[in-house]
C-alpha cells in the first residue's frame, strides 16, 4: 500500500529565508510524486510533480523538490520565501495509470506554511 | 479555457437532511475524482470515475455517500440523511490520461 508522510502539521520561516518542506513516502511500485499548494478559500494548485526522468524537479514560484529513491524522500524547497509562499502544501503519491488507468492520489495530511515578515 | 467548477460553493444543512454537490470537470478530461478534506485530517479520497464507471468506489464512507457521472461530464456527490460527522470541504478534481489532476475550489459543507 502507498502513503505519505509529511512532517511538520505548522511551519514557520522568516521572509527571505529557506523553505523547506519534508515529505516521505511509500510505495511498492515506481511512484509518481505531486506538490500542490492551498491558498485559503481555494482549490488545489500543483506546484510540481515528478513522473519519470530528471530528479531534480522545478516547478512554479520559485520551488523545486528531488526525488531521493533511497530515501523514499520528495522534499520541497525554496531559496528565499516570500509572504506570498504562506498557504498549506500537499505531498501526493499516485501509482500512475498504466493500464489500469488509476491515478488514484494519496495525500498527505499537509503542511500549513507561515511566513514571518 | 475554464477550470474544474463546483457547486455550491457553500451549503449549511440540518442533520438528516440530504445534499447534492456538483462538479463540472474540465472539457475533454475523462477522469474525475472526489475528496473530503476534514478540519487537520488531510485530503481523504472518496471515488473515482473514468468515463461515467466507477471503478474505484473504495472511499465511500458510508452508504449513506453515492456518486454519479452522466455524458462523460458532470458528476454529483449526493450524501443522503446528513450527519455532523459530515461536515468537510468536498473537493473535485478532474484528469486527462497524462496523470495531472486539476482541483475545483471545492464545496463547503456544514451539517448542523
Known amino acids: 500500500a502507498q502513503s505519505v508522510t509529511q512532517l511538520g502539521s505548522h511551519v514557520s520561516v522568516s521572509e527571505g529565508a529557506l523553505v523547506l518542506l519534508r515529505c516521505n513516502y511509500s510505495s511498492s511500485v515506481p511512484p509518481y510524486l505531486f506538490w500542490y499548494v492551498q491558498y485559503p478559500n481555494q482549490g488545489l494548485q500543483l506546484l510540481l510533480k515528478y513522473t519519470t526522468g530528471a530528479t531534480l524537479v522545478k516547478g512554479i514560484n520559485g520551488f523545486e523538490a528531488e526525488f531521493k529513491k533511497s530515501e523514499t524522500s520528495f522534499h520541497l524547497t525554496k531559496p528565499s520565501a516570500h509572504m506570498s509562499d504562506a498557504a498549506e502544501y500537499f505531498c501526493a503519491v499516485s501509482k500512475g495509470g498504466g493500464t489500469s488507468g488509476t491515478y488514484k492520489y494519496i495525500f498527505g495530511t499537509g503542511t500549513r506554511l507561515k511566513v514571518l515578515a | 479555457g475554464a477550470g474544474v467548477s463546483q457547486s455550491p460553493s457553500n451549503k449549511v444543512t440540518e442533520k438528516g437532511k440530504d445534499v447534492e454537490l456538483r462538479c463540472d470537470p474540465i472539457s475533454g478530461h475523462t477522469a474525475l475524482y472526489w475528496y473530503r478534506q476534514s478540519l487537520g485530517q488531510g485530503l481523504e479520497f472518496l471515488i473515482y470515475?473514468?468515463?461515467?464507471?466507477?471503478?474505484?468506489k473504495s472511499g465511500l464512507p458510508s452508504d449513506r455517500f453515492s456518486a454519479e457521472r452522466t455524458g462523460g461530464s458532470v458528476s454529483t456527490l449526493t450524501i443522503q440523511r446528513t450527519q455532523q460527522e459530515d461536515s468537510a470541504v468536498y473537493l473535485c478534481?478532474?484528469?486527462?490520461?497524462?496523470?495531472?489532476?486539476?482541483f475545483g475550489p471545492g464545496t463547503r459543507l456544514t451539517v448542523l
Open positions: 478534481a478532474s484528469s486527462s490520461w497524462v496523470n495531472e489532476q486539476f
Open positions: 470515475f473514468q468515463g461515467n464507471s466507477a471503478p474505484d
